[in-house]
Nanobody
Framework: VQLQASGGGLVQPGGSLRLSCAAS????????MGWYRQAPGKQRELVAG???????NYADSVKGRFTISRDNAKNTVYLQMDSLKLEDTAVYYC?????????????WGQGTQVTVSS
């Protein structure tokens, strides 16, 4: 079982990035998935989640700017990040959110660095 995150980088404030998280070794389509982030000196926090059926939820700090989506045919979950702010700088992680009997449950990707800087 593996989650491979990619797409991070350096972007100016107001810019956009799209993160991808590709899953292998499990039935991806049955899993809820989440994107989390951890900034230096801060706790890891949930940014966005998506159920197996495509229902989404977002942290208040990213509502209207970030969009989570999934492509089950590609075993991939995405995080489209627009109107990026300095405070969005963090390492971003994807995570399998269940069901609990799934191999992806509570499995973390390796993280991808997003740096927003002018």
């Amino acid at each position: 079982v593996q989650l491979q995150a990619s797409g991070g980088g350096l972007v100016q404030p107001g810019g956009s990035l799209r993160l991808s998280c590709a899953a292998s070794g499990s039935r991806f389509s049955i899993n809820a998935m989440g994107w989390y982030r951890q900034a230096p000196g801060k706790q890891r926090e949930l940014v966005a989640g998506i159920t197996s059926g495509g229902i989404t939820n977002y942290a208040d700090s990213v509502k209207g700017r970030f969009t989570i989506s999934r492509d089950n045919a590609k075993n991939t979950v995405y995080l489209q990040m627009d109107s990026l702010k300095l405070e969005d700088t963090a390492v971003y992680y994807c995570k399998g959110e269940g069901p609990p009997w799934s191999a992806l449950y509570n499995h973390w990707g390796q993280g991808t660095q997003v740096t927003v800087s002018s």
